[in-house]
């Protein structure tokens, strides 16, 4: 009878986040850059706690992950932080941003909104696309974003990224703040 031996699980070792998250040099606001990561929402709610004075963030991302992006948004209404975008701002970073109690953007800001999918014939476990993006539009709508807004952003596909003009988004409410 052959004989094995049990092997210990190797170990994961979990990549750092690939986000910076700092107070800015003035002390004023809190600066996020990077990926929508693992571990945003409890550095921003350690942020918020340790500087409860800080009134707004300032985000520059591509996106991430949306699950992150809903914990950053619950933490923003929670302390009544205003959001602002100075540059790039995309997909889940576009979902923060919404969570804004003000939201305001620079002359170059580009806010950058998608739909949801999987690529046909993919499945990823139980997650069903429709449902989350339905609980992403609750978001906006709990942030008085326009309804006919709102609903375009149903029925966008997931690719090309759609960038609305400055008018469109004050228009729908999705900015608030000059």
């Known amino acids: ?3 094995i ?7 994961r070792i979990i990549p750092p986040p690939q986000f910076e ?12 850059e990077g990926l929508v ?29 949306v699950a992150e992006a809903r914990g950053a948004v619950t933490v923003l209404r929670a302390a009544g932080l205003s959001t602002r975008v100075d540059g790039h701002c ?10 804004g109690a003000a939201r305001a953007v620079g002359p170059d800001a580009r806010l950058g909104l998608h ?6 014939g993919q499945t990823l476990g139980m997650i069903d696309p429709v449902a989350e993006m339905q609980r992403d539009l609750g978001i906006y709508r709990r942030q008085g974003l326009d309804e006919a807004f709102i ?14 003009s400055h008018a469109e988004l004050r228009a729908a409410g999705f900015l608030t703040a000059p």
């Open 115 to 120: 739909g949801y999918a999987l690529r046909s």
């Open 37 to 65: 990561d693992f571990g945003l929402t409890n550095a921003l709610r350690e942020m918020v706690a340790a500087h409860p004075e800080i009134r707004q963030i300032v985000l520059e991302s591509g996106g991430g992950y």
């Open 151 to 164: 609903e375009r952003l149903a029925h966008l596909p997931q690719s090309p990224m759609w960038y609305p």
């Open 90 to 99: 995309a997909s889940a970073c576009a979902l923060i941003f919404a969570g």
């Open 1 to 3: 009878m052959a004989r």
């Open 5 to 11: 031996e049990a092997q210990p699980a190797p170990s």
């Open 21 to 32: 998250l700092r107070l800015g040099s003035a002390g004023d606001r809190f600066e996020f």
